[in-house]
């Protein structure tokens, strides 16, 4: 039966080879034609979930942001930091040697204790009060106290001098007010005016809270499946949030055993050898910034 079959088949294609060699080709570009489009349509679908997630994310991180940039507005407004930060500018001008007693004493300790009474379950592991002079005149850390932040880290407090509660991506202490510490970890920042009863901003509070901790934790709650991740990044290219596959990093020796990927690890193409590139994505994202 068989032999037969393909006996009668190879009599067919004697006779007709133009007509058998079109047929072939027709079936091969139908076949190319149906494939492409399966497979731009599963790429499409693919693209269409990674933007969803991407938009769902966007509203996640943006909802946080808002509520705790409620929360440290809530607490420059509360009565009892008001009072205690007029009193330590009264302090300030009397001079700088009364000013560091006020802040590294009794009134800055104050400040610090209303502020841990008021964030509740939230985390304030920095707190810094900027006076209008770019100078601390409390903080969480004594040691900064009288501290002069230089002009160009003072610019990003000016928004809040005008009135505009702020959140900062992660950076370190150093990166926010000139001066780190042994344990300077990664913080995101969220800074909101300080008023006097006659609704003039008189200082700005701006408080750190660890990178590590929920703002990362947003980024990895993210349903990306096992071998994808969620993260944020800055202009610089360097990740703001710790990574899913940080000891895939280490074991590559990107990192170095325990160290965080939070602003360590910068996310270059791996194919690029001569010259150092963003991938493609980081590339896009950075260019669209300003639109």
């Known amino acids: ?3 037969d079959w393909l ?34 349509a599963l790429i499409e679908l693919a693209a269409g979930n990674l933007r ?18 409620l929360n440290v507005q809530r607490w420059a407004r509360d009565p009892r930091v008001v009072d205690t930060v007029e009193r330590l500018l009264a302090a300030g001008a009397q001079g700088e040697a009364a000013l ?37 005149i409390a903080a969480r850390d004594s040691g900064r106290c009288v501290l002069q932040i230089e002009p160009s880290l003072r610019a990003a407090f000016a928004p809040t001098f005008n009135g505009r509660t702020q959140f900062a991506g992660t950076r370190r202490e150093a990166e926010r007010v000139g001066v780190g510490s042994a344990d300077d970890t990664p913080k995101i920042w969220i800074s909101a005016p300080v008023r006097n009863d006659a609704g003039d901003v008189i200082a700005v509070l701006d408080i750190g809270k660890p990178a590590a901790a929920r703002f990362s934790q947003l980024f990895a709650d993210s349903p990306v ?10 202009h610089r ?20 055993a325990g160290e965080s990927s939070i602003l360590h690890q910068r996310l ?24």
């Open 100 to 136: 560091r007693g006020a802040c590294a004493g009794a009134l800055g300790e104050r400040l610090v204790q209303v502020i841990d009474t008021l964030r509740s379950e939230d985390l304030a592991a920095a707190v810094n009060v900027i006076g209008s002079s770019g100078q601390v």
């Open 7 to 40: 006996t009668r088949a190879g009599v067919l294609a004697r006779r007709y080879p133009a007509a058998i060699a079109t047929s072939l080709a027709l079936v091969t570009s139908v076949s190319a034609w149906v494939y492409a489009g399966v497979r731009g």
């Open 268 to 291: 270059y193409d791996p194919v690029s050898v001569d010259v150092l590139q963003y991938t493609h994505l980081v590339r896009q994202a950075l260019a669209a910034r300003g639109s």
């Open 237 to 256: 290219g360097l990740l703001l949030t710790e990574s899913r596959f940080r000891e895939s990093l280490i074991i590559r020796g990107e990192l170095r």
């Open 52 to 69: 969803s997630m991407v938009a769902s994310e966007v509203l996640a991180v943006e909802t946080w942001i808002g509520e705790k940039k």
């Open 225 to 234: 499946g096992a071998g994808g991740e969620t993260f944020a990044f800055d």
């Open 1 to 3: 039966m068989a032999s």
